[in-house]
């Protein structure tokens, strides 16, 4: 993750995330000490089972999510969408590539990051960002599986600069669309 991009991550790396303890490297571990999962079971429940917590993004599991710029697109709306809803799980799912490059880097963990970048974005920016739709004609494609989501690609009620959402780097692994840079 760039360094510029923590301010813009916030959104951004908060949309340049982080596979924190997110994405598709989480560990049973990191979900189970997940501060949004409820910690006390019902009666109908066994004492050792949690209920489980399911992101928007839904992984696609034996079926891969389109390999086009359309794909592409779609998947970092769905993130836009879940920034704006503070959806921490599918932000997590989606970024988690870049969460964990910017653990690694020394930033904490993709659900304590983004939770306190939630807090930096005005409600007015968090609702447009729940509809913000992608500009296809700005996206640059950097490589077959790579495209450049730039801020100005990003369509919404608002303006968003640099500093607020910056850019992002979309990435085709593991049959889906990840936040990588």
Request: proline share 9%; aromatic share 6%.
């Amino acid at each position: 993750m760039k360094a510029r991009t923590m301010a813009s991550a916030a959104v951004s790396a908060c949309v340049v995330l982080v596979t924190c303890a997110c994405g598709p490297e989480k560990s049973a571990e990191d979900a189970d000490t997940k501060p949004s999962q409820p910690a006390a079971s019902t009666p109908a429940e066994k004492p050792s089972e949690k209920p489980s917590i399911t992101p928007s993004a839904t992984p696609t599991g034996d079926q891969p999510a389109p390999r086009t710029m359309a794909g592409a697109i779609e998947r970092y709306e769905e993130f836009l969408h879940a920034v704006g809803r503070e959806d921490i799980d599918t932000v997590c799912e989606v970024a988690g590539p870049a969460a964990k490059q910017a653990e690694d880097q020394g930033f904490g963990p993709c659900t304590t990051t983004f939770q306190i970048t939630f807090q930096m974005i005005p409600p007015e920016k968090k609702k447009a960002l729940q509809t913000a739709t992608v500009d296809p004609q700005r996206v640059v494609e950097l490589a077959a599986d790579k495209f450049e989501m730039p801020v100005e690609s990003v369509k919404s009620s608002v303006t968003f600069g640099e500093e607020e959402i910056g850019s992002s780097t979309m990435e085709y692994l593991k049959n889906d669309w990840y936040v990588t840079d």
